[in-house]
């Protein structure tokens, strides 16, 4: 992991835009760097400050010059930004994160609109870390990164021409986290709700522990997976599971495993 600041120090916001603090908005693979920087300022207009890259193209993208130039008066945001080398770091400590994409998927998490997206991020991000999640500008979102967040968000466009830029993206996202900020207040048992939703890194612990339990007691073919996994983490997303769920879960893969090393009568 490369960081320029590290996220603990980044400038502390006012009171009213304190659940935004919690949204996360991350770039995966992004290749030009005033798209960056144009992203660093469209957050930081409607009160977001937690950039995180993965894997881009530039190493030293946030040091640019056309980086710094695009943020135009956001500069900080991009001093306080992370890089990670994938985006299984980069969700570390997230309940909750939503991929971006315009693209039909086969086995993709729940799709939603994008008010509808930020108005559950808002309620989650009033307890815990939410991510909002880009692919790049030409490939957008991997088939396996789209897998590795909980919900789907298609943002609206005209049917005649609905390409976005990065930045114009981002501004839209960042606009309706605020919108629903200022409108929502989460109800109590909300709150107690996300307190109890598994983590990012919970949830794929779980999924490498049952596909080890799968493949001991023969029911995954490790020569024709087929689309098991994705499947199982399609459930899961919609599941939206709490910690409790997942240490059940644990014991039924220990269980599996278990079974598999007995004897053979």
Known sequence: MTSVAHDSIRPV?????????????VLVGTSHPGNVGATARAMKVMGLSRLTLVAPRYPDVLTQPDAIAFASGAVDVLEHAIVHANLDAALADTVHAIAMSAREREYAPPLSTLRDAAADAMRIASAAEVAFVFGS?????????????????????????????????????????????????????????????????????????????????????????????????????????????????????????????????
Not at 199 to 221: K, M, N, T
């Open 137 to 265: 500008e030409r490939y957008g979102l991997s088939n396996e990164d789209v897998l590795r967040c909980q919900a789907r968000c298609r943002i609206a466009t005209s049917d005649v021409y609905g390409s976005l830029n990065l930045a114009q993206a981002v501004q839209l996202v960042a606009y309706e986290c605020r919108q629903s900020a200022l409108i929502d207040r989460p109800a109590l048992r909300d709150v107690e709700t996300v307190h109890a939703a598994a983590s990012h890194e919970e949830r794929e612990a779980l999924i490498d522990h049952l596909e080890q339990g799968l493949l001991a007691i023969g029911y995954l073919d490790p020569e024709a997976p087929k689309k098991l996994m994705p499947r199982l983490r399609r459930l899961f997303a919609r599941a939206r599971l709490e910690r409790e769920e997942v240490q059940w879960l644990h014991g039924i893969a220990k269980a599996m495993l278990r079974k598999a090393e007995e004897p053979k009568p």
């Open 13 to 25: 916001a006012a009171t009213a835009d304190l659940p935004l603090q919690a949204i996360r908005i």
